[in-house]
């Protein structure tokens, strides 16, 4: 069990991150600053994280922990391929609920950084579940698996920040056409 204290000093360190993280590029941002915002000492930011990078991965971990929940969930016949709007429902959801500090994350040019740690860290999550689920080689499942990623968190930071002038819908059906068609060709060539 957390103590109590532990907890809200860790909270108070994210929050401040979260708070100058709008204000200040990453390398910007300094331990001092972190720990006046937050209202502690310097020897007590340490006691918790080991540098500003850790307490940034603090919420890669997080953003991708929520992300891979969301994907993994199974669809009615356990294909998502024949429920490709399942996945984009499920994103689109997230997008919306999720923290605007998790959208800041993976639309910044600044903190894109952090933005690939997520992708790598839901890839690995999701690798496994594609190998099994089509077949495939662990190579062949690590390639579609970044390839969906990559395009998908592409599209929808293109849609999020303003530079796809289109409507959610239409914005749906051309990710599922891109996403769908090229991982089904993929799939048909590679598959066990």
Known sequence: MTDRRVARTKQALREAFRKLAQHYRFHEITVQQLTAEANINRKTFYLHFDSIDDLADSFTAEIADQLL??????????????????????????????PKFYTFVL???????????????????????????YQLSATD??????FLIDSTLTLFRLYITGQLAISLPEFKQRLLALNMQGLQGFLADFRG
Do not use: M
């Open 141 to 146: 499942a690590q390639l579609g698996v970044a």
């Open 107 to 133: 639309t910044s040019d600044d903190y894109s950084f952090l933005s690939r740690r997520v992708k790598r860290r839901v890839a690995a999550g999701l690798t496994a579940s594609f190998q099994a689920d």
């Open 69 to 98: 929940a969301l994907i993994l969930q199974e669809p009615a016949d356990h294909d998502p391929l024949n429920h490709a709007g399942v996945w984009f429902e499920r994103l689109d959801d997230f997008f919306e609920k999720a």
